[in-house]
């Protein structure tokens, strides 16, 4: 049964780095809400395990194996995607890599990977949706960004480098694009409970990862990470017909930790 609230009937969404954490809340939640989920990701695994749960719920979703740093590939999906659906309304820029370190000890690979991914990625969805999207009448568009895009974070060079171009493609794809019924906008997380999370706490502190992981969901005022199912329901609002007079925004959604942590 579809969830009748912000509803994404009939729409067709493109979600990159659905296969698990944030990107697979999206995929569900969008599901739910009546949208037919491309989901795109380079984890074979995770990206059909997420397809088949969606359809086992009763919604429509379809698996394909791409890496959005790869030009001419990200380009052949959309494609595909396209003529498969005859259009689609929504793109969701989610798949993207971490890294930490400081200016001195961020490497010319840290960087070269950084941009493939993270930014590069993003256009590469940017550059070949926006025509197929206009084609389809318009759309909405969401951008994964960071609270690293607006505020300085301890060891976060590169990172921070390219969520801010994250947040700056945004507002060029809103001001350049408006009259064609496309909307963009961007969610600036803190710090959520992922599967990047559990992994990077195993890997850096084995024994202590509970006492890290409380450290850590600490830094948010609320005193908690957040959820990926807590970004998939800000991203559905924006992507609704309710949300149709937003564009150009940047949403952080942070436990209050840009506000609050004065």
């Known amino acids: 049964m579809i969830n009748s609230t912000f509803s994404l009937q009939d729409k067709v969404a493109i979600i990159t780095g659905g296969g698990k954490g944030i990107g697979e809340s999206m995929c569900k939640v969008f599901s739910k809400h009546g949208a037919l989920v491309h989901l795109l990701d380079i984890d074979i695994e995770n990206g059909k395990r997420v397809v088949e749960e969606i359809k086992t719920a009763g919604g429509q979703a379809f698996f394909h194996e791409c890496d959005v740093s790869e030009h001419e590939a990200t380009g052949s999906v959309f494609q595909k995607i396209y003529a498969h659906s005859n259009g689609f309304h929504i793109l969701i820029n989610n798949a993207g890599i971490a890294q930490i370190g400081n200016v001195e000890n961020t490497t010319v ?11 590069l990625g993003v256009y590469n969805c940017l550059h070949f949706a926006i025509p197929l999207m206009k084609q389809s009448g318009g759309g909405a568009i969401i951008n994964l960004a960071s609270i690293a895009s607006v505020v300085a974070l301890e060891d976060r060079f590169g990172y921070a480098m390219s969520k801010g171009a994250v947040y700056t493609m945004t507002l060029s794809i809103a001001k350049d ?3 064609d019924n496309i909307r963009c906008n961007s969610i600036g997380p803190a710090r959520v409970h992922t599967p990047f999370v559990d992994n990077y706490l195993k890997q ?15 830094t948010q005022p609320i005193g908690r990470m957040g959820q990926p199912q807590e970004i998939a329901h800000l991203a559905l609002y924006l992507c609704s017909d309710q949300a ?19």
């Open 109 to 119: 690979q840290n960087m070269d990977r950084m941009y493939q991914v993270n930014i």
């Open 177 to 179: 694009y408006i009259k």
């Open 204 to 218: 850096n502190y084995p024994g202590n990862e509970a006492e890290m992981f409380k450290k850590l969901s600490a």
């Open 244 to 262: 149709s007079f937003i564009t150009g925004s940047f949403y952080p959604i942070d436990g209050g930790f840009i506000n609050l942590n004065g």
